[in-house]
């Protein structure tokens, strides 16, 4: 009577909205594209097709206030070919509270830098923490700028989740990104579950 179509059992399992709901789940676990796709029993394409339209659903991070403690750092990855296809990840880490602030991927170079310090003009941060890496002298006041091993720890620890946590942040490993939307969108939906955590 109202006119629309209901399927109680499917025959194909990427068509059933619980088991598409564990799509992104497991992509936030560790899974591969072609892993997931074989454990829920549905194509690769099906996989690919909801986990963009989940990435575009999701914001980069936009925090407000002030921060006391900030690290920064990068980390490195690739897209389609390991040495050709190189990218960084940039990003801002609250000692404080466990957010992740901003985030930028790019080359290791200071007009990456200074984009990840352009979505912080918002905020108010009190002191940053970094290691030596050139770029960052060129970016923070010397006055509200630390360089140390020590107190750079935490963010660290945390580009071990992110290489534990994404599959295709791995060093040696076979999952990679061959488009910059899926890699984009990988680290995006990462932090947002993080920040949201």
Known sequence: NCGKQFQFEYQYEGANPKIKAQ???MAMRSSG??????????????VILVLRKWFKSLSEPRVEGTFE????????SWVGKRKEGKRWVWYAFCA????ILAFQIGKRNTPTC???????????????????WKSYKKCIPSEKHTISKRKTQKIERQNLNFRTHIKRLC??????????????????????????A
Request: include cysteine; proline fraction near 1%; aromatic fraction near 12%.
């Open 23 to 25: 799509i992104p789940k």
């Open 96 to 99: 404080d509270t466990g957010k």
């Open 114 to 132: 200074k984009k990840l310090f352009a979505k912080m003009e918002h905020l108010t941060i009190n002191h940053f923490y970094t290691d030596d």
């Open 33 to 46: 594209i072609r892993d997931i796709a074989n454990v829920l029993n549905m194509s690769a394409v099906t």
């Open 171 to 196: 060093r040696k490993t076979i999952c990679f990104s061959k488009k910059d939307d899926m890699h984009f969108g990988f680290i995006k939906a990462y932090i947002d579950l993080k920040n949201a």
């Open 69 to 76: 403690n900030v690290i920064i750092d990068e980390f490195w």
